[in-house]
């Protein structure tokens, strides 16, 4: 047998044993290069494919989750079985064909007969049957609702209901094909499924989430349609609002929660229905006022832009009212530094960061004295500007290039006579703050022999290599031992090839950086070949070193 050409050669091998195993049932010859099959995997599956004019593999589909690829092994398989069966594959064509001349000759009463005996052989041709007569009435709610419950299942093993991503993924893509109100009704009939998965399991599995995320996306898109019939936009209503009464959607499924207050605000905003919009936000100001701070500055932010829109006045005093919020302040600071308003602006700025001391919120301090610092700048308040920054620089732990970003802009308020006093009282200061500070605070002020005493002391190759170019040639000879001892001690205690190749990367970074050393490491690295000649995995990363 040939092997198929445009079929991965994986998925081929996994197909064919699937082929082997006669896992390939009904094959149906829908047209001269067009065949479908139900393939039983860990489940049955029913794939359809095309064949080009070779007979290789053109297109298909397949209702597994498979999607890393085009073409999935059920797909391969169902090739396999074409190649094998040609001769003794069904022909749909003729079949239909010979049907429609058989049901010529029948009347109703014959047709409800046969129809009847159809659905008794059998709970699958029930299904079908019963599918085949709801065709007058597509959209009817219950189809919606009974073709949704077909894409969850339970799981016994894990105890829990499962649904199938792909196949509902798929069903949703041919709705949105359709139309907006056909996709609202099935979004809305997956989602009550999935609330149902929600609602009755202990563990919520993460593709039941994720099915959840992909409806949310869904029904943005019909969302903002104010031709649906209004019955179905009152559903949509509804389903939102018990979203966003769910705690389940905050405490885990936040980007969907937030995903939702948006569409409704949407449907608020269209059918003019400001009066409830602001009911609900008072009533989420008033659930979280002791909660969430984060829901409660939310729905407070919300409700302000809510009132712009209908009352100016009443939002001007709700602003007002609201300046204990960041948001709120941020604004105010930000229209006062556009104004050029910079006395409010600093007047602004100092209220915030002693109502944000209180709540012993760091981080926004740290926001505000920048911004305080900008508001004297503006106003030439340099005195005020170099105390600022001073505290800044000891009121908390920083990172080493937000301390030196610090210290540079301290250092330009103070008068160049004036400096070398400074300089001599803020040294002690920085010496407590951490070794690498005051290494910082060294190689800033360019004192090379304090400097370099320190790193005479160091025990950290990446402290040396960052701090010794400050120095001069002869005071980076001074460092050559310390160099050398570092390195010795990091190869004796190096167990792995990872850690030799590290090692080797070492000394060329040293070498590298003080072409003055290169002679001595060249003749630790005799040493160090001479000394572990039993170690083969180190002899051959130290033959790769270059400088």
């Known amino acids: 047998m040939k092997s198929p050409k445009n079929i991965p050669a994986e998925i081929a091998q996994r197909g064919y044993a699937y082929f082997q195993q006669n896992k390939v049932k009904n094959i149906i010859k829908i047209n ?11 489940e049955n599956y029913n794939c359809e494919i095309q064949l080009n004019a070779q007979g290789d593999w053109k297109n298909g589909t397949c209702d597994c989750p498979y999607d890393w690829g085009d073409v999935c092994k059920h797909q391969a398989a169902l090739w396999y079985a074409i190649q094998e069966n040609t001769e003794q594959l069904i022909d749909m064509k003729s079949q239909i064909k010979e049907i429609k001349t058989e049901l010529a ?38 189809n919606f609702a009974k073709k949704a419950k077909t894409f969850f299942s339970y799981n016994k093993y894990v105890d829990c209901i499962e649904v199938n991503e792909h196949a509902c993924n798929k069903w949703l893509n041919e709705l949105d094909k359709q139309s907006d109100e056909i996709l609202a009704q099935g979004v809305l009939a997956l989602w009550a499924e999935a609330d149902n998965c929600i609602a009755k399991n202990d563990y919520v599995d993460e593709d039941i989430q994720d099915c959840v995320d992909n409806l949310s996306y869904f029904l943005g898109k019909v969302v903002s349609n104010r031709r649906l019939p209004e019955n179905l936009q009152m559903q949509i209503a509804a389903h939102l609002d018990n979203i966003l009464g769910n705690p389940y ?32 936000l008072n009533t989420q100001i008033q ?38 919020f960041p948001a709120f302040r941020d604004m105010a600071i930000e229209n006062a530094e556009k104004e050029g308003n910079y006395p409010l602006m600093e007047a602004l700025i100092k209220q915030g960061i002693v109502l944000a001391e209180e709540k012993q919120k760091r981080g926004i301090v740290a926001d505000l004295q920048r911004k305080l610092v900008q508001a004297y700048d ?12 001073y505290e800044m620089m000891f009121a908390a732990m920083l990172f080493d290039d937000e301390l030196m970003s610090l210290y540079r802009e301290w250092k330009q308020t103070i008068a160049p006579e004036n400096w070398e006093r400074e300089c001599h009282k803020i040294a002690p200061k920085m010496k407590k703050l951490s070794r690498h500070n005051y290494l910082c605070f060294l190689r800033e002020e360019c004192r090379q022999p ?39 001690w ?17 000394m060329q970074n040293v070498g590298r950086q003080f072409p003055v050393f290169q002679k001595d490491l060249m003749e630790l690295l005799e040493t160090v070949k001479a000394k572990f000649p039993r170690k083969p995995a180190l002899q051959e990363e130290l033959g790769k070193l270059k400088f």
């Open 378 to 389: 503006k106003q030439g308040k340099i005195q005020e500007k170099s105390q600022l920054l």
């Open 450 to 488: 304090e400097l370099l005493e320190m790193l005479k002391q160091s025990k950290s190759l990446s402290e040396l290599l960052e701090f010794a170019p400050s120095l001069t040639e002869h005071q980076v000879l001074v460092l050559l031992p310390q160099f050398v001892q570092i390195l010795r």
């Open 249 to 280: 959607y905050i405490d885990y499924m936040d980007y969907v929660y937030s995903d939702c207050y948006d569409y409704r605000t949407i449907m608020w905003a269209n059918q003019a229905k400001y009066d409830e919009w602001l009911d609900f």
């Open 105 to 142: 000759k029948l009347d109703t009463e014959k047709l409800r007969e046969l129809l009847l005996k159809l659905a008794q052989q059998s709970h699958e041709n029930c299904e079908q049957i019963l599918n085949l007569l709801q065709l007058g009435k597509p959209n009817a709610p219950e």
């Open 490 to 506: 990091e190869i004796e205690h190096a167990g792995s090839r990872a850690a030799y190749q590290d090692w080797v990367a070492n």
């Open 32 to 42: 001269e290069n067009h065949f479908s099959a139900s393939v039983h995997g860990s």
């Open 287 to 324: 659930k979280y006022q002791n909660g969430s701070t984060y829901y409660y500055e939310k729905y407070t932010l919300e409700k302000w832009k809510l009132l712009k829109t209908l009352n100016a006045n009443e939002a001007d005093d709700f602003f007002e009212k609201s300046m204990n």
